[in-house]
Antibody, heavy 121, light 109 residues
Framework: QLQLQESGPGLVKPSETLSLTCTVS??????????WGWIRQPPGKGLEWIGS???????YYNPSLKSRVTISVDTSKNQFSLKLSSVTAADTAVYYC?????????????WGQGTTVTVYS | EIVLTQSPGTLSLSPGERATLSCRAS???????LAWYQQKPGQAPRLLLY???SRATGIPDRISGSGSGTDFTLIISRLEPEDFAVYYC??????????FGQGTKVEIK
């Protein structure tokens, strides 16, 4: 059974780049059955899809964040990563990695526990 | 860009009552790509339904979904204590490629 675990700094300074990693266990990140995605949730607010990547390397980003987001895969480590540049206080959120499952019509059926990132000065 | 609007914002009900949650899309969504999630405080979301009405693994049959086009509904037939949470609908396919509604909170009356 696939499991995900986010990791990365909990504090980031304004204008710097937020970098998070999601480690996949219980399966291969090279599987053609899944996309790999990032979602965030600001304090007290709803869910926002940031972007997703397919095993082939194809990436899909939320247009509202596209200019600042890079998602990549490291098959040697079975990980995928998120980089969000030029952060502001509005980027403070819980960041989740999740798996959009093709067999579940692209619904996200596995989620990491989430990691809190605070942008502070 | 597609927008999913959920109503009501908050639903105050007692255990044993029926909950009806609505998700309305600003443009037509294929029911194949409409999902519902449950989120409890401090936890990650949990997939409940995909394809508008197919239950994810382990989801009880008191939870059901329906709808097509721009109007979708999640029904909890008899609320159990563990059902009090926030519920999100989500679509896949229109820009943004994955889009969530703003959520409906089901609270104990």
């Amino acid at each position: 059974q696939l499991q995900l675990q986010e990791s990365g700094p909990g504090l980031v300074k304004p204008s710097e780049t937020l970098s998070l990693t999601c480690t996949v266990s219980g399966g291969s990140i090279s599987s053609s059955s899944y996309y790999w995605g990032w979602i965030r949730q600001p304090p007290g607010k709803g869910l926002e899809w940031i972007g997703s990547i397919y095993y082939s390397g194809s990436t899909y980003y939320n247009p509202s964040l596209k200019s600042r987001v890079t998602i990549s895969v490291d098959t040697s480590k079975n990980q995928f990563s998120l980089k969000l540049s030029s952060v502001t206080a509005a980027d403070t959120a819980v960041y989740y990695c999740a798996i959009p499952n093709i067999a579940a019509n692209y619904a996200m059926d596995v989620w990491g526990q989430g990691t809190t990132v605070t942008v502070y000065s | 860009e597609i927008v999913l609007t959920q109503s009501p914002g908050t639903l105050s009900l007692s255990p044993g009552e029926r909950a009806t949650l609505s998700c309305r899309a600003s443009q037509s969504v294929s029911s194949t790509y409409l999902a519902w999630y449950q989120q409890k405080p401090g936890q990650a979301p949990r997939l409940l339904l995909y394809g508008a009405s197919s239950r994810a693994t382990g989801i009880p049959d008191r939870i059901s979904g329906s709808g097509s086009g721009t109007d979708f509904t999640l029904i909890i037939s008899r609320l159990e204590p563990e059902d009090f949470a926030v519920y999100y609908c989500q679509q896949y396919g229109s820009s943004p490629l994955w889009t969530f509604g703003q959520g409906t909170k089901v609270e104990i009356k």
